[in-house]
């Protein structure tokens, strides 16, 4: 059964730091994009990193860039994402999605058709 499941999630101090994970099984990674997502309660979801597998591009929300990094390693057919100096405003279930490496919209996660099951972030002191 093709899947992806998201793992690393917590919580965390603000400040802190978090490596997310997203492993697919079924099916293999090499020739999608792959994006994670969060949705905050009562917010809708937005789009946080995405990285284009046959090109290595990566795209990030302005509120993340600097602090957030999407990484991929195909041998362990999975992708990653590490989140440094987390803030409170982070704190959301965060979900990873695939979707074909062409077009644009690569923050939009209507573009996306596979999605795991989420993973709970929480920043708090």
């Known amino acids: 059964q093709a899947q992806l499941v998201e793992s690393g999630g917590g919580l965390v101090q603000p400040g802190g730091s978090l490596r997310l994970s997203c492993a697919a099984s079924?099916?293999?990674?090499?020739?999608?994009?792959i994006g994670w997502f969060r949705q905050a309660p009562e917010k809708e979801r937005e789009g946080v990193a995405s990285?284009?597998?046959?090109?290595?591009?990566?795209y990030y929300a302005e509120s993340v860039k600097g602090r957030f990094t999407i990484s991929r390693d195909n041998a362990k057919n999975t992708v990653y994402l590490q989140m440094n100096n987390l803030k409170p405003e982070d704190t959301a279930i965060y979900y990873c999605a695939t979707r074909l490496p062409h077009g644009t919209g690569w923050l939009d996660s209507d573009t996306y058709t596979r999605w795991g099951q989420g993973t709970q972030v929480t920043v708090s002191s």
């Open positions: 079924g099916f293999g990674l090499g020739y999608l994009a």
């Open positions: 990285i284009s597998t046959n090109t290595g591009q990566t």
